[in-house]
Nanobody
Framework: QVQLVESGGGLVQAGDSLRLSCAAS????????MGWFRQAPGKEREFVAA????????YYADSVQGRFTISRDNSKNTVYLQMNSLKPDDTAVYYC???????????????WGQGTQVTVSS
């Protein structure tokens, strides 16, 4: 089992930037991807971005493409989500996730972090 701990959320204004971090521990080598999902009040959890543990492939939701960047540091077992040009619609709880199936499918996630709140004011 992989344990995931997020950090870096907060309250910012529209146009600002934030960087989220997700530190993984446990049997991380078994998992195929790590990624970020988010859930706004009254909405379903949605895919944001993902990266594979090996190689350079990254994946983004259309809504964040060009504004968010996912990266990893394998030596630290840590994944980052750099969020630029934040909008009020980005307000949500952001969850780190790891799994071995489809990177954008919440049902394929094996481990979830506890979540970190990101609030963007207009």
């Amino acid at each position: 089992q992989v344990q995931l701990v997020e950090s870096g959320g907060g309250l910012v204004q529209a146009g600002d930037s934030l960087r989220l971090s997700c530190a993984a521990s446990g049997r991380t080598s078994r998992y195929y991807f790590m990624g970020w999902f988010r859930q706004a009040p009254g909405k379903e959890r949605e895919f944001v971005a993902a990266i594979r543990w090996s190689g350079s492939s990254t994946y983004y939701a259309d809504s964040v493409q060009g504004r968010f960047t996912i990266s990893r540091d394998n030596s630290k077992n840590t994944v980052y989500l750099q969020m630029n040009s934040l909008k009020p619609d980005d307000t949500a709880v952001y969850y780190c996730a790891s799994g071995g199936g489809d990177y954008d499918d919440p049902e394929a996630v094996n481990s979830w972090g506890q979540g970190t709140q990101v609030t963007v004011s207009s």
